[in-house]
């Protein structure tokens, strides 16, 4: 998929903008070439006609008015008519031909424009880091989506052609009329300039208010979708009507905009139509002037007023054109800012392979030390280090805000730590820099189960098999089994087959959990990171849990490394060792007893927890 070019930017909402489009019209260029024939052959099918219609009027109609006292003359020029008549039959009948091939090629081209440049927003926005939606809201995203293609398929796949067509015939017409009447013509192109340079001047403020519509719509997309996100919430402190007013305030500022918008679209509207009109009749009257005067004939001064007509017409239609085409430059400027925000995230160049000792994955964080860029003030941690060896279970305890979350962000490489590259200090997998790996590699080798389980809007069976997409049904069943899932899933009313609503809400928390859990025991990662995984489940739940958990962790025992936050510090009693983090930094860490008998930090969060 072709991505947007670095060029130099143009101005804000400038038609220029629209270049962006090429290397997504570069593909297609051989279907663009053949519409460009068809078009411009449609456009000189449209300027053939006032042509036949003078050759009409002077040799068919004249011709007939002369041999009407006489037969033969009579049939002669019938028959005369009925060939210009047939002439004018042939050119419709091509416009038509032509005109349908055109609109087809060029709907189908905008459509698979939209398609094209749909995927390759969407792909890139997937490739993000997490860093980008710390301030990029998703209802924005999904407005850029949505919206903003929506007026770049009305550019490339109506309003462009049109533009061209009728420049094509605004350049056909002025020609044709400087051929046939020159001196007339200079008075024309005089009064054109008059009419294009006020329309440019309020195009500028068309292209503005453009731009500011398009991100208001926005704004409240981005309101929307984070509201009914989190409706349960929002009718439990009874916001309902809050909220709307929220977003009435939103759509009544979009409401506004567009409306300016709108208003001073219509002055240029307004504009074009009334000085085209003055332009047609000005056309008009000089050539009945010059009839009466017998210095042009009947057939020339209608061929002269359709040409006018052509004129006048092409130019009103290049005013509209041109304020869908500022539109679609505001779109195009939005949707080519999400093309160009590159990832602080991403595979380097020429990566190295991950080392397969063939014990499984040895993790190690040297010195690390990370802040999130959306806090540049606040460590989140420091000085932090830590081996995790194959077959290892080591447990992460400590308050909220201790760092715990983040080391999981870290080793999936979510982010990347502070410390510079090539100095000795990060995070390795298997003595490999992480960042020295490609990024699908990294992440290949890991299994997650978050504390907020992610059920997607699929069946069970599909959203299970998310962690390995090749699982037969009897690995999927078996990896249920392995999370205590294939009881209720069976009992479901389509079995494995049920579609779960979206975010899973025909599920209790406890059954979302298992299914994650089951999805992660599917991948068979070499290091799994549990978030809290039983954080959901009640006490019989998560003592099953828990123990296919430990199951699994005994079958892969020597190849998978376990990393486990935890707040009850019951679930972890039996990890290998447990580290506790205090502000971003290790305070103390080894097995459950040695903690305890330290009577540090440990040993007063279980005396809390327990003493409850």
Do not use: C
């Amino acid at each position: 998929m072709a991505s947007s070019p670095s060029a130099s930017t143009p101005a804000r909402g400038a038609p220029r903008s629209l270049t962006g489009l090429l290397p997504f019209l570069r593909p297609y260029r051989w279907r663009i070439a053949v519409a460009g024939l068809f078009l411009l052959l449609a456009a000189l099918a449209t300027l053939a006609f006032p042509w036949a219609l003078r050759t009409l009027i002077d040799t068919g109609l004249g011709a007939g008015s002369a041999g009407a006292g006489n037969a033969d003359n009579a049939g002669a020029a019938t028959l005369a008519l009925r060939q210009h008549f047939g002439l004018l039959l042939a050119i419709a009948v091509a416009l038509g031909i032509f005109s349908a091939a055109r609109f087809y090629l060029v709907s189908w081209l905008g459509e698979r424009v939209t398609a094209d440049l749909r995927n390759a927003v969407y792909a890139h926005v997937l490739q993000q880091s997490p860093q980008f939606f710390e301030t990029t809201q998703t209802g924005e995203v999904l407005s850029r989506l949505t919206t903003d293609t929506t007026l770049v398929q009305t550019v490339v796949g109506s309003s462009l052609s049109m533009g061209l067509r009728n420049a094509v015939m605004a350049v056909g017409a002025l020609a044709m009329l400087v051929w046939t009447n020159p001196r007339a013509m200079a008075i024309v192109l005089l009064m054109l300039v008059l009419v294009v340079l006020p329309g440019m001047w309020i195009g500028r403020r068309v292209r503005r208010l453009s731009r500011a519509s398009q991100d208001r719509v926005a704004d409240s997309s981005a309101l929307a979708a984070e509201v009914i996100n989190a409706v349960s919430v929002v009718q439990s402190y009874t916001a309902e009507p809050r909220e709307a007013t929220r977003f009435a305030q939103a759509t009544q500022a979009a409401f506004d905009t567009a409306v300016r918008r709108t208003r001073t679209r219509a002055l240029l509207v307004a504009f074009i139509i009334i000085a085209n009109a003055a332009l047609l009749l000005w056309g008009l009257y000089q050539g009945t002037q010059a009839v009466l005067a017998g210095q042009t004939s009947a057939g020339h001064l209608g061929q002269t007023v359709l040409y006018v007509m052509l004129l006048a017409g092409a130019v009103a239609v290049l005013g509209e054109v041109y304020g869908d085409l500022l539109r679609a430059a505001g779109a195009t400027e939005r949707l080519m800012e999400l093309l160009d925000s590159a990832s602080p995230v991403a595979s380097p160049a020429q990566p190295r392979a991950l080392p397969d000792t063939g014990r499984g994955l040895a993790v190690r964080l040297n010195a690390v030390d990370f802040h999130y860029p959306s806090r540049p003030g606040h460590m989140a941690l420091h000085n932090v280090t830590l081996a995790l060896e194959p077959g290892e279970t080591v447990a992460l305890v400590g308050t909220s805000g201790a760092g715990k979350t983040t080391v999981f962000q870290l080793l999936q490489r979510f982010y990347d730590v502070d410390n510079a590259p090539g100095s000795g200090q990060g995070i390795y997998l298997n003595g490999v820099d992480v960042r020295e790996l490609a990024l699908p590699e990294v992440r290949r080798q890991i299994g997650t189960v978050p504390q907020d389980a992610v059920i997607f809007s699929a069946s069970a069976l599909d959203n299970i098999r998310y962690g390995r997409p090749d699982a037969t049904d009897a690995e999927v069943i078996a990896a249920a089994k392995e999370a205590f899932a294939h009881d209720f899933l069976q009992a479901l009313p389509e079995g494995y087959a049920t579609f779960l609503g979206e975010r899973g809400v025909r599920l209790s928390g406890g059954q979302r959990q298992r299914i994650a859990i089951a999805r992660a025991l599917l991948k068979n990662p070499l290091l799994l990171l549990l978030d809290e995984a039983t954080s959901a489940l009640d006490a019989e739940s998560e003592r099953m849990v828990q123990a296919a958990l430990d199951a699994a962790l005994q079958r892969h025992s020597g190849l998978r490394t376990t990393l486990v936050i935890a707040h009850r510090l019951a679930t972890v009693q039996n990890a290998d060792r447990i580290v506790v983090l205090e502000h971003g930094r290790i305070v103390e860490q080894g097995s459950h007893a040695q903690l305890l008998a330290r009577g540090g930090v440990y040993a007063r969060l279980a005396a809390l927890q327990w003493a409850t």
